[in-house]
C-alpha cells in the first residue's frame, strides 16, 4: 500500500493536464457558435405568395412576375426607379442596400438598419422581429397607409410619412427617427414609397394574370405600354395625386365657448350621425365593437375562411395553408381605442384628430364622419376627445380610477 | 512524501506579481473592447470604415487622432474598436512573452496558447466581417470575443495565485468539504447540498450557460432582415430560456457556496447572482427600447410619446445588457478558478502541502508539509 497522496491521485499514471481539456472546450464552443453558419446571401425581394397563390398562380406564372418586377424596381441592393415613378433615384440608393459608410459620415443602407428588422426587407411587414409586435407592422405592399393629411382612400403626403418617421407612432413598436438627418428621413420616406409602389404594381400584375384572356396564353404581356403605361401609371398616379388631395379643413370656431363645444361634441359622440360610441364604447374606454379586423389582418382571415377552406383542391389548399404559415403572422382583431389614456397614434395635435374624424382610418375599421357631420361640427368632437383624458366624474362616476395617469 | 519547492525563493519572490498584472490589464483593455464591440453592433457601425486592415486607406495607426475622436460616432466606434484589438492583440503577446519566460502550470501555458490562438482568429474574423461584409462571420466575430475574455481572465486568476506560491492560493482549504454533503440553512429549510456542488461544477456549469447566452444573444442582435419571422421567435426563446438556466445557476451557486470558508467567495458568488438580476432587468430594458411594450403590459401602461430610436439611454441599455452578460461570464470563472478548488487539491495532491486559513505571501509564508490525503476520486465518489 502506497500512502504517497500523489500516487493515490493517479493510480493510473499520470493525468492529462486539464488545460488540454481546456482547449477541447474552447474548440467546442467555437464550433458551437459557427454550427449552422454559411456565408449570408445577398438580399432578395419576396414575391407575393400570398396574392400569387390566392389567384391561382402557376409557378411559371409566379416566375414572370418575378422576373419583370425585378426588371422594373431592381433589387433591395440595387434599386432602380423608372423615370415614371417620380421616384429619386439618389435618395433610394442612400437608403437601400446593405448599411456601409463609403464615405467618412455618409451611411447608406439605412432602411436596412432602421426598418427591415420589423418591416421586412420588401416591405411585407415580415420582418424577423414582426411577430413580437403589437400592433403589427405595416405592410406597405397594398399601399395603405393610416395617418395622414389626404381624404381616406388617397396616398399619404410626402410630409404624412415624414412626420410619422420623425414623431414615430405612440403606443405602438414604432419608434421615433428624429435623431436622424433631415437628408436620412426624406432618403427613408423615399425609399418606403418606392416599396409601396413596387409591392402594389406586384400585385396590379398579379391580378392582372387572372384577367387575361384566352389569346395570352396565362402570360403577361411584357411590352412597356402594358407595364409602365398601364400597370404602373395606375399606382404613381394615385402617389401624385396625393399633394392636392389634401383635407379642406375649416378654422375652428372662434366664437363658441370651449366647455360649450365639448358639450356638443359630446352630443356628436353618443348621436346617431357621429356615432363614434359603437366601437369606442359608452365609456370612450375602446370597450364597444372589438371583433373586428383592420384591412391587414382581415384580407387573411376572409382568404383563409371564404377560399382556401371551402375550395375543393386539397392540393391548392394544402399550398394555401403553406403560404399562410410562412407569408403571414396569426391573424389579430383590432381594439378600438381607448380614448381616455391620451395617447394618439396619429398625432395629438387638435389637426390630427380633425383629419382622423373627418376621414376615418383608412385600412382600420373607423369610419370618416365626412358627408355625415359638418365640417365645423368635427372641431367639437375633437374639443371632446381631447377633454376626455380629463374628465374626472363623467359617465363612469366617482369611483373611476383617473385615466390620466397615463400621462408621463 | 514530496519536497516543499513552493517556499524557495525562486517562487516566492516579492509581492509585485507582473504576469498577473499584465493579465489582469489584458482583461481591463478586453472589457473596454467588448464595450466597443457591442457598441459597433447596437450602432450598425461595423462598416463605418469599408476597408481592412487600413482605415480609409491611411494605415490603422497613422489615422489622424483628431479626425478619428472628433469624427462621426460610427467612425469612433468601429477604428476605436479596431485599436484596442490591437492593443489586446499587443498586450496578449506580451504576455505570453512573459509567463514563457518563467516556470508555469501546464494549465496556465495551454491557456495562454489559447488566447494567443483565439486573439488571433479573432482579428481575423474582424478583417474578414469587413471585408466580405457578412453578417454570418460578425456572429462569430460576437461569439468568439467572450471566448477570449473568459480565456483572459482565467490567465489572470492563475497568474495570480502562481504569484503567491503554487499551493498558497486564498483562504480557501476545501479539503475537508470535498467528500460529505454540505448543509446550508435558509430560514426554516435545509438543504443538504452533494459534494460535487460544493465545488468547482456549479460556477463552471454557471460560466458555460453564460457563455452560451452570450452566444444566443449575438445570434438575435446580427440577425440577418431576410430572416423569417418564425425562425426569429424561436431564438428568443431560446435566449429567455437561457436566461431562466443561468438565474437558476446563479441562485444555485449561492446557496451551495454559503459554507464556504472564504467570506471573499461567499460574497462573490452574491454578486454575480446580483448582476443577473440586473441582467434581467437590462434585458427587459432592451426589449422594451427595441419592440416598445408587450401586449400584454399595454393596457397598464404606456407612454404618449413614441419610443426614441437611437436614442443615448437605449443604447446604453441594450450594449449595457451585452457587457453585464460578459461581466457575469467573467465573475464565474474567476469563482470556478480562484475558489473552486480543483487545482488547489491537484496541486496539494502533486506536493502534499496545503497552505494556511489565510493569504499567504513572500518567504515568510508558513507552510505545513504533508498535513493533507486526498481522497482518489473513485472513493469520494462511493461516498
Given at each position: 500500500m502506497n500512502n504517497n497522496p500523489a500516487d493515490v491521485r493517479h493510480p493510473r499514471g499520470p493525468r492529462p493536464v486539464w488545460g488540454m481539456k481546456l482547449l477541447v472546450l474552447l474548440v467546442l464552443l467555437v464550433m458551437f457558435a459557427a454550427s449552422g453558419c454559411g456565408a449570408t446571401p445577398p438580399a432578395w425581394f419576396r414575391l407575393n405568395m400570398v396574392e400569387a397563390t390566392k389567384q391561382k398562380l402557376t409557378p411559371e406564372q409566379?416566375?414572370?412576375?418575378?422576373?419583370?418586377?425585378?426588371?422594373?424596381?431592381?433589387?433591395?441592393?440595387?434599386?432602380?426607379?423608372?423615370?415614371?415613378?417620380?421616384?429619386?433615384?439618389?435618395?433610394?440608393?442612400?437608403?437601400?442596400?446593405?448599411?456601409?459608410?463609403?464615405?467618412?459620415?455618409?451611411?447608406?443602407?439605412?432602411?436596412?438598419?432602421?426598418?427591415?428588422?420589423?418591416?421586412?426587407?420588401?416591405?411585407?411587414?415580415?420582418?424577423?422581429?414582426?411577430?413580437?409586435?403589437?400592433?403589427?407592422?405595416?405592410?406597405?405592399?397594398?399601399?395603405?397607409?393610416?395617418?395622414?393629411?389626404?381624404?381616406?382612400?388617397?396616398?399619404?403626403?410626402?410630409?404624412?410619412?415624414?412626420?410619422?418617421?420623425?414623431?414615430g407612432i405612440p403606443g405602438t413598436s414604432m419608434p421615433s427617427f428624429a435623431l436622424l438627418s433631415e437628408t436620412q428621413i426624406d432618403a427613408l420616406v423615399e425609399y418606403v414609397k418606392y416599396l409601396s409602389i413596387r409591392g402594389e404594381t406586384e400585385i396590379g400584375l398579379i391580378r392582372a394574370i387572372f384577367e387575361l384572356d384566352e389569346e395570352a396564353e396565362g402570360k403577361l404581356p411584357e411590352t412597356r405600354e402594358f407595364l409602365v403605361g398601364e400597370r404602373l401609371a395606375e399606382v404613381v398616379e394615385k402617389w401624385k395625386a396625393a399633394d392636392t388631395a389634401l383635407i379642406d379643413v375649416p378654422e375652428m370656431p372662434a366664437d363658441i365657448d370651449l366647455v360649450e363645444s365639448i358639450a356638443k361634441g359630446r352630443e356628436l359622440f353618443y348621436g346617431d350621425k357621429a356615432n363614434c360610441v359603437k366601437c369606442h364604447g359608452p365609456t370612450a374606454l375602446g370597450d364597444g365593437q372589438a371583433n373586428d379586423y383592420d384591412d391587414w389582418n382581415k384580407y387573411v382571415v376572409e382568404w383563409t375562411s371564404k377560399e382556401v377552406n371551402g375550395d375543393a383542391d386539397k392540393?391548392?389548399?394544402?399550398?394555401?395553408?403553406?403560404?399562410?404559415?410562412?407569408?403571414?403572422?396569426?391573424?389579430?382583431?383590432i381594439q378600438p381605442r381607448n380614448l381616455r389614456r391620451g395617447i394618439y397614434r396619429g398625432g395629438r395635435r387638435p389637426l390630427d384628430l380633425y383629419y382622423r374624424i373627418h376621414a376615418g382610418i383608412n385600412g382600420a375599421p373607423m369610419p370618416g364622419a365626412k358627408g355625415t357631420v359638418p365640417p365645423e361640427d368635427i372641431w367639437h368632437i375633437v374639443n371632446y376627445v381631447q377633454s376626455l383624458p380629463y374628465e374626472l366624474d363623467g359617465e363612469l362616476g366617482a369611483d373611476r380610477p383617473m385615466v390620466a395617469r397615463d400621462r408621463f | 512524501m514530496a519536497s516543499a519547492p513552493i517556499g524557495s525563493p525562486s517562487t516566492v519572490?516579492?509581492?509585485?506579481?507582473?504576469?498577473?498584472?499584465?493579465?489582469?490589464?489584458?482583461?481591463?483593455?478586453?472589457?473596454?473592447?467588448?464595450?466597443?464591440?457591442?457598441?459597433?453592433?447596437?450602432?450598425?457601425?461595423?462598416?463605418?470604415?469599408?476597408?481592412?486592415?487600413?482605415?480609409?486607406?491611411?494605415?490603422?495607426?497613422?489615422?489622424p487622432l483628431g479626425e478619428w475622436f472628433w469624427g462621426p460616432w460610427d467612425l469612433f466606434l468601429e477604428h476605436g474598436h479596431r485599436l484596442l484589438g490591437a492593443t489586446v492583440g499587443m498586450l496578449s503577446l506580451l504576455l505570453a512573452a512573459i509567463l514563457f519566460r518563467r516556470p508555469a502550470s501546464p494549465a496556465l501555458r495551454w491557456l495562454v496558447i489559447?488566447?494567443?490562438?483565439?486573439?488571433?482568429?479573432?482579428?481575423?474574423?474582424?478583417?474578414?466581417?469587413?471585408?466580405?461584409?457578412?453578417?454570418?462571420?460578425?456572429?462569430?466575430?460576437?461569439?468568439?470575443?467572450?471566448?477570449?475574455?473568459?480565456?483572459?481572465?482565467?490567465?489572470?486568476?492563475?497568474?495570480?495565485?502562481?504569484?503567491?506560491?503554487?499551493?498558497?492560493?486564498?483562504?480557501?482549504?476545501?479539503?475537508?468539504?470535498?467528500?460529505?454533503?454540505?448543509?446550508?440553512?435558509?430560514?426554516?429549510?435545509?438543504?443538504?447540498?452533494?459534494?460535487?456542488?460544493?465545488?468547482?461544477?456549479?460556477?463552471?456549469?454557471?460560466?458555460?450557460?453564460?457563455?452560451?447566452?452570450?452566444?444566443?444573444?449575438?445570434?438575435?442582435?446580427?440577425?440577418?432582415?431576410?430572416?423569417?419571422?418564425?425562425?426569429?421567435?424561436?431564438?428568443?426563446?431560446?435566449?429567455?430560456?437561457?436566461?431562466?438556466?443561468?438565474?437558476?445557476?446563479?441562485?444555485?451557486?449561492?446557496?451551495?457556496?454559503?459554507?464556504?470558508?472564504?467570506?471573499?467567495?461567499?460574497?462573490?458568488?452574491?454578486?454575480?447572482?446580483?448582476?443577473?438580476?440586473?441582467?434581467?432587468?437590462?434585458?427587459?430594458?432592451?426589449?422594451?427600447?427595441?419592440?416598445?411594450?408587450?401586449?400584454?403590459?399595454?393596457?397598464?401602461?404606456?407612454?404618449?410619446?413614441?419610443?426614441?430610436?437611437?436614442?443615448?439611454?437605449?443604447?446604453?441599455?441594450?450594449?449595457?445588457?451585452?457587457?453585464?452578460?460578459?461581466?457575469?461570464?467573467?465573475?464565474?470563472?474567476?469563482?470556478?478558478?480562484?475558489?473552486?478548488?480543483?487545482?488547489?487539491?491537484?496541486?496539494?495532491?502533486?506536493?502534499?502541502?496545503?497552505?494556511?486559513?489565510?493569504?499567504?505571501?513572500?518567504?515568510?509564508?508558513?507552510?505545513?508539509?504533508?498535513?493533507v490525503t486526498v481522497r482518489p476520486r473513485s472513493e469520494r465518489g462511493a461516498r
Open positions: 409566379e416566375r414572370q412576375v418575378a422576373t419583370v418586377i425585378s426588371a422594373m424596381f431592381g433589387t433591395p441592393d440595387n434599386p432602380v426607379a423608372l423615370p415614371e415613378t417620380g421616384l429619386d433615384e439618389a435618395k433610394l440608393r442612400l437608403a437601400a442596400g446593405p448599411v456601409r459608410s463609403d464615405i467618412v459620415g455618409r451611411k447608406n443602407g439605412l432602411y436596412r438598419e432602421h426598418c427591415a428588422h420589423c418591416h421586412g426587407v420588401t416591405g411585407d411587414a415580415l420582418g424577423p422581429t414582426a411577430a413580437f409586435l403589437n400592433p403589427y407592422p405595416r405592410d406597405y405592399r397594398p399601399g395603405i397607409f393610416k395617418f395622414k393629411s389626404t381624404e381616406r382612400a388617397d396616398k399619404p403626403t410626402h410630409a404624412d410619412l415624414t412626420r410619422v418617421l420623425k414623431k392540393q391548392w389548399v394544402n399550398r394555401a395553408h403553406r403560404v399562410l404559415d410562412g407569408d403571414t403572422l396569426e391573424p389579430r382583431t | 519572490r516579492s509581492t509585485v506579481n507582473g504576469p498577473a498584472i499584465v493579465a489582469w490589464i489584458l482583461v481591463a483593455t478586453t472589457a473596454l473592447l467588448l464595450s466597443f464591440g457591442a457598441l459597433v453592433t447596437t450602432y450598425d457601425a461595423a462598416m463605418a470604415v469599408p476597408d481592412w486592415p487600413a482605415t480609409f486607406g491611411h494605415n490603422m495607426f497613422l489615422y489559447a488566447a494567443m490562438v483565439l486573439v488571433v482568429v479573432q482579428g481575423a474574423l474582424g478583417g474578414l466581417r469587413v471585408i466580405l461584409d457578412d453578417k454570418t462571420v460578425a456572429k462569430v466575430h460576437a461569439c468568439t470575443g467572450p471566448l477570449f475574455f473568459a480565456v483572459a481572465t482565467a490567465i489572470a486568476v492563475l497568474a495570480g495565485r502562481r504569484g503567491r506560491g503554487d499551493s498558497s492560493g486564498p483562504a480557501t482549504d476545501r479539503s475537508d468539504a470535498v467528500g460529505r454533503d454540505s448543509f446550508v440553512a435558509v430560514g426554516p429549510l435545509t438543504l443538504s447540498l452533494p459534494s460535487w456542488a460544493v465545488g468547482a461544477s456549479l460556477p463552471t456549469a454557471l460560466a458555460v450557460a453564460a457563455y452560451l447566452q452570450l452566444v444566443a444573444g449575438a445570434q438575435l442582435r446580427h440577425a440577418d432582415a431576410t430572416l423569417a419571422a418564425s425562425t426569429f421567435r424561436w431564438m428568443v426563446a431560446i435566449h429567455l430560456a437561457g436566461a431562466a438556466v443561468v438565474t437558476v445557476l446563479a441562485a444555485l451557486t449561492v446557496i451551495a457556496w454559503q459554507p464556504h470558508e472564504s467570506r471573499t467567495a461567499r460574497r462573490w458568488s452574491l454578486a454575480i447572482l446580483a448582476m443577473v438580476g440586473g441582467q434581467l432587468l437590462l434585458g427587459g430594458g432592451a426589449w422594451l427600447f427595441t419592440w416598445g411594450l408587450p401586449a400584454w403590459l399595454q393596457e397598464a401602461w404606456a407612454p404618449a410619446e413614441a419610443i426614441l430610436a437611437r436614442s443615448p439611454r437605449g443604447a446604453a441599455v441594450i450594449t449595457g445588457h451585452v457587457i453585464l452578460g460578459m461581466m457575469i461570464l467573467g465573475a464565474a470563472v474567476v469563482l470556478a478558478l480562484e475558489w473552486g478548488g480543483a487545482e488547489r487539491l491537484e496541486q496539494i495532491a502533486r506536493t502534499g502541502i496545503r497552505g494556511g486559513g489565510r493569504r499567504l505571501h513572500g518567504p515568510q509564508a508558513r507552510l505545513v508539509p504533508g498535513a
